[in-house]
């Protein structure tokens, strides 16, 4: 098992800034895969940004790209979400999951793909 525990929302004016942090604990050995997601009032759940622990790949959603950027502190066990330049339309639920088992497919993992979530936390930007 492995537990997920998300922080650093809040609300900000468009442009503003924040990092989000998701630091993992249990089993964290076996995660290969992290990402953030989120989900706005009335809206289906996106993908934001994701990475693969322990190497380079990230992935980025074409809304966020050149303004968020996903980092890893293996050290840690905790992989954050930079956020930069936001907007109102940026207003959702943040969420952190973690892939356990491998992945051999060539696409990214959905939010389907990932076995352990977070409680979230809130971003609000106000224009």
């Known amino acids: 098992q492995v537990q997920l525990v998300e922080s650093g929302g809040g609300s900000v004016q468009a442009g503003g800034s924040l990092r989000l942090s998701c630091a993992a604990s249990g089993y964290t050995s076996e995660v290969n895969y992290m990402g953030w997601f989120r989900q706005a009032p009335g809206k289906y759940r996106e993908a934001v940004a994701a990475?693969?622990?322990?190497?380079?790949?990230?992935y980025y959603a074409d809304s966020v790209k050149g303004r968020f950027t996903i980092s890893q502190d293996n050290a840690k066990n905790t992989v954050y979400l930079q956020m930069n330049s936001l907007k109102p339309e940026d207003t959702a639920m943040y969420y952190c999951a973690a892939r356990s088992q491998e992945w051999v497919s060539l696409r990214w993992p959905q939010d389907y793909d990932y076995d352990y979530w977070g409680q979230g936390t809130q971003v609000t930007v106000s224009s």
């Open positions: 990475a693969y622990i322990g190497g380079i790949s990230t």
